[in-house]
């Protein structure tokens, strides 16, 4: 995957908890791909072509995060080998979205000199009565943060394909700037 222009590796971080693997899972699964098959790589690696403009783009989808058995290092590894992120958390936990900014600051800081596309993404938008982050909050964060900014549900499947199709866009965009 090295040699092709249009893969992109894409990473999930974010606290235990938030919905990843349920978005990875979704992502496994998504119908109006080009293959009909999503790729298992790994038991945590998922790789899938997507159309996304009227142009193909493939993810391979990283979800070791919370990879306790790889030890320490596996995060280090993720912060490193990312050509786009989404930092999770969820709507019905603040702490997850605190978590959040300080994802954001150590990327930052282990890719500095790095203009990476990065989806801060509020999980759980289904339950609506255990908000604890205000779509506001949300948007503001990603704005001082400049990336972009989604709720979705895993749960529901909302804004899933929407998340995929935004990180492709983020990606492109800083390409044909270049
Ligand atoms: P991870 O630790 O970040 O990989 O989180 P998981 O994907 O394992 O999800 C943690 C729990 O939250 C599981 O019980 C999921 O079923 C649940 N979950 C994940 N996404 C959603 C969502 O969008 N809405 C709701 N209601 N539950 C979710
Ligand atoms: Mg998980």
């Known amino acids: 995957s090295e040699s092709c ?30 293959d009909s098959d999503c790729e298992v790589l790994g038991e945590d690696t998922y790789e899938r072509t997507l159309m996304v403009d009227g142009e193909s ?6 979800d070791m995060w919370d990879n306790k058995r790889e030890g320490e290092w596996i995060r280090d590894h993720c912060m490193q080998v990312g050509d786009a992120y989404l930092i999770v958390y969820s709507i019905t936990d603040r702490a997850s979205f605190e978590k ?10 282990a890719r500095q000199k790095e203009d990476i596309p990065i989806i801060l993404v509020g999980n759980k938008s ?22 972009k900014f989604i709720e979705t549900s895993a749960a529901v499947q909302h804004n899933v394909k929407e998340l995929f199709e935004g990180i492709v866009r983020q990606v492109r965009l800083r390409r044909d700037s270049k």
């Open 100 to 109: 959040a900014s300080e994802l954001r600051i150590q990327l930052r800081r």
């Open 126 to 147: 289904d339950l609506v009565r255990c908000r604890e982050v205000s779509v506001a909050e949300g948007r503001a964060c990603a704005v001082v943060f400049d990336c």
């Open 57 to 62: 783009a493939t993810i391979i989808l990283l």
């Open 5 to 34: 222009s249009n893969c992109y590796r894409v990473v999930l971080i974010g606290e235990h908890g938030v919905g990843k693997s349920s978005l990875a899972n979704i992502f496994a699964g998504v119908h109006d791909s080009i």
